[in-house]
C-alpha cells in the first residue's frame, strides 16, 4: 500500500449484496433501497458536523468528516447501500472554476464559461486536485467493513455545463442553452472535455473502492427532444464507454438518473449501463414494458421513483405510497431453483429525487420498514 | 348595451382566421403562430406602459393599460392570434388571498390556503370580482376590429392551487404536496372550487368577446404519475365539461397546455378539447402521431414548442430551429378541393414555454417570418 494508491485488497467482504445483486437483475430476498442525499440535512448528526466542519467543501473535503456523515444514515436505517458524501460538481471545481455553496442556498463558481476564452482554457483536470475524495471513498469502504456497498458519482457532462455556463443554478438556462443554441461548437468542447473528465473521475472512484458508480444528469431533463439525445445522452454514452466495467474481480454497475427525462426512456435503454434512474413522474410498470427486459433476457434495472415529498404524510400513508410503487414495478425476477445468477428485471426502491431537509427523520424508517416488508411479502405470492 | 354586459355583437368582422381554422384542424394556407407572454417584459413599450401602471397588478386591473399592451406586439409583428394581458392567479385574488408582484418577483399571495380552515373558506367567487377582465376582454376585441382572434385563459384548478397552497412560487412544492399526501380529501375540495371558479370564468370571458381560451396547467408537471391524472387532469376535464362550445354563433376552441406533460399525452388526448399546447421536451411528430388524428378523423390540434431560449441565437440559426419544428411536425393537413373544411392534423406555432424577458424584440420578428415563410413553402410541395 503507498500513499498515492491505497490497497484496496484489504476491504472487508460484503455482507449484504441485494443492491449489486439487483443492479444486475439478480434475484433478491427484498427489494433493496437506499436514498439520493441520504446523508443530508435532514439529520441532526449531520448538521452538527456541517457545523463543525464549517463550511459544505470543508466537509466534503475533509476524510474523516465526509466518512463520518455517509454512514450516519445507516446508523438509523437499513439501508441497502451507502453513497459517497460529495457534490455532483467536484469536477468543475478541481478545473478551476471555484466552487462554494453559502448556507442555506445552491452551488455557485466564481468564474463561470460562456465564451471562446473560456472554454480555451479548460481541460480534464488533474485527479490529484480531486485526491480528497479518492480518499473518502477509500476511508468510507474501510469505515462500512462489509456492511452495504459504496455507491461513488458524478454529475453528468451536460448537468456540469449547466452550472459551468450559468455560474450557479438556474430557473431558465438562458446562458447555457444561448451558447448550445449559438455556439454548438463551444459547447461540444466543454461537453467532450467534461465526459473524458468525468470517466477518469468515475474510474479513480473505482480504483479507491467504490463498488457502483451513479451519474446524475439532474438536469437533460431541460432540454428540448433532439436536444437531449446530442448534448447530454451522448455525453453520458462517451463517459460510459470509458469505464471500468469490473474492479478487483467484482463487476462495477453503472447507473444513469436523467430527471425529467421520462419521454426517452427507449434513448436511455440502449445506453451501455446496468441501471436507470426515474423520477416520480415516470410509470414504472410502463418503464419495466419499454426497458426492464424479461427474464433470463438483456434489460435495464430500474432505481427510483417516489415523489420525497411523500415524506412529509403520515408514516400509515407513506406505507401505502411504497405499497402502490412497488405494485407499479410488479413482481420482481425471482431465479428458477439452480440458477440463482439468472438475470431479470428488478427494482431498486429510491426517491425520485434528493430527499427533503424538511423530512421527519422517523418518517425515512418509515419508508425503509415498508419497502423491505411490503417487497418480501411481494415474493411469497 | 347595458354597463353590466356589454354587447358583443357589435364586434368587427374577422379579417384572419388561420389561427381558429387550425384550432379547429381546418386547413390554412400557413401555420398560425402565437407566442406565450407576447405582450411583455421583452418589449420596451409594453415597460413604459407598465412604469405608468406603477404594478403588474395596476397594469392589468385598468381597461385601457391591459388593452394597450395586449395590442403592443401585434403592431410589431404579424401575429395570427392576440392573447388577453392578464395574469393565471386572478381566481384566486378574487377568491380573497390577495395577490401582488414585486417588481423582478413572481406573484405572491397576502394569505395561503394551508388548513382545514383556509380551504373552508374557500369558494367560488362573486364573477364580478373579475369584471376587470371581462371589460380587457370586450375592450381588446374591439379594439382589435376583426385583426386576429383574441384568446381569453386562465391557470388549471391544480396550477392556482400551488400558488393558494404555497403562498407564491416554489422550487419543491412541498407545502401543496404535503396537503395533497396528507389530506387528499382537503386538496380535492379546493381543486373542485377551483375548477367551478376557472369555469365561471372562462365562460365570463367568452362573454366579453375571447374566441378561444386556453388553460395554462403551468405545474401540471411536477406531480407523479397517477397523481397526475387524478389531481391535475380530473380537474382540468371538470373545468372543460362546463365551457361553453360556441358563442354568437362562432365555435370556441379550447386549448389545454400542461408543462411538462409529454408523458401523459395519451391521457391529454381524451380531454373534450381541441388543442394541445406542447413544451419543447415532446417530440412533435411522435405527438402527432399519438393525439393528432387522421385527415377526416378524431384528433387534437398541437400547439407549441420551440425553446424559448432559442430566440438568443442568431436570426439565422432562429430560422433552422423553425424549420426543424416545422419538419418535426410534418406536411400540416391540406383540405381536398370543394371541401375546405374537411378536418386533420394541424399545428399552431408557440413557444413551449413564455417568452423571456431577455429575448432582444427583433429576434421575435425573425421567428415569426420564419414560421411563416417556411410553412407556405412546406404547403407548396
Known amino acids: 500500500m503507498t500513499a498515492s494508491s491505497p490497497s484496496t485488497g484489504a476491504f472487508a467482504p460484503l455482507q449484504s449484496d441485494s443492491f449489486l445483486r439487483a443492479c444486475l437483475r439478480q434475484a433478491t430476498d427484498h427489494t433493496p433501497v437506499w436514498l439520493m442525499r441520504q446523508a443530508g440535512r435532514y439529520l441532526p448528526e449531520y448538521r452538527d458536523t456541517r457545523a463543525k466542519a464549517g463550511s459544505f467543501m470543508g466537509l466534503a473535503t475533509n476524510t ?131 465526459a473524458d473528465a468525468v470517466a477518469a473521475y468515475l474510474n479513480a472512484q473505482i480504483e479507491a473502492g467504490a463498488q457502483a458508480v451513479m451519474v446524475f444528469d439532474s438536469w437533460g431533463g431541460v432540454l428540448a427532444d433532439g436536444n437531449f439525445q446530442t448534448f447530454s445522452l451522448a455525453y453520458t454514452a462517451r463517459v460510459l464507454a470509458q469505464l471500468r466495467r469490473e474492479h478487483a474481480g467484482a463487476r462495477i454497475p453503472r447507473i444513469v438518473f436523467t430527471k425529467g427525462g421520462g419521454l426517452w426512456l427507449d434513448d436511455m435503454g440502449r445506453l451501455d449501463c446496468e441501471v436507470l434512474g426515474l423520477d416520480w413522474t415516470v410509470n414504472l410498470g410502463r418503464a419495466r414494458a419499454a426497458v426492464g427486459g424479461q427474464a433470463g433476457g438483456p434489460g435495464k434495472a430500474l432505481q427510483g421513483n417516489i415523489d420525497p415529498n411523500v415524506l412529509f404524510a403520515d408514516p400509515r400513508q407513506i406505507a401505502a405510497e411504497v ?22 428485471p428488478t427494482h431498486i426502491f429510491n426517491l425520485g429525487h434528493g430527499i427533503s431537509q424538511h423530512t421527519p427523520p422517523d418518517h425515512v424508517a418509515a419508508l425503509v420498514e415498508a419497502v423491505h416488508a411490503g417487497s418480501r411479502r411481494m415474493r411469497q405470492h
Open 64 to 194: 474523516d468528516y465526509a466518512t463520518e456523515v455517509t454512514l450516519q444514515p445507516l446508523d438509523r436505517y437499513p439501508l441497502d447501500a451507502a453513497i459517497l458524501f460529495s457534490d455532483i460538481l467536484t469536477v468543475p471545481d478541481a478545473m478551476g472554476l471555484g466552487l462554494s455553496f453559502a448556507l442555506g442556498e445552491g452551488p455557485k463558481f466564481a468564474k463561470s464559461v460562456r465564451d471562446e476564452t473560456a472554454v480555451a482554457a479548460l481541460a480534464v483536470p488533474d485527479m490529484d486536485k480531486l485526491r480528497y475524495v479518492f480518499d473518502a471513498v477509500t476511508s468510507i469502504r474501510r469505515a462500512l467493513n462489509g456492511r452495504v456497498p459504496l455507491i461513488g458519482f458524478s454529475g453528468s457532462p451536460w448537468t456540469l455545463a449547466c452550472y459551468m455556463v450559468e455560474g450557479a443554478g438556474s430557473d431558465d438556462y438562458r446562458h447555457v442553452k444561448t451558447l448550445m443554441y449559438a455556439r454548438p461548437d463551444l459547447m461540444h468542447r466543454i461537453l467532450a472535455i467534461n
Open 323 to 344: 405499497e402502490r410503487t412497488l405494485a407499479s414495478f410488479g413482481a420482481p425476477h425471482q431465479a428458477p431453483a439452480g440458477d440463482p445468477d439468472q438475470v431479470g
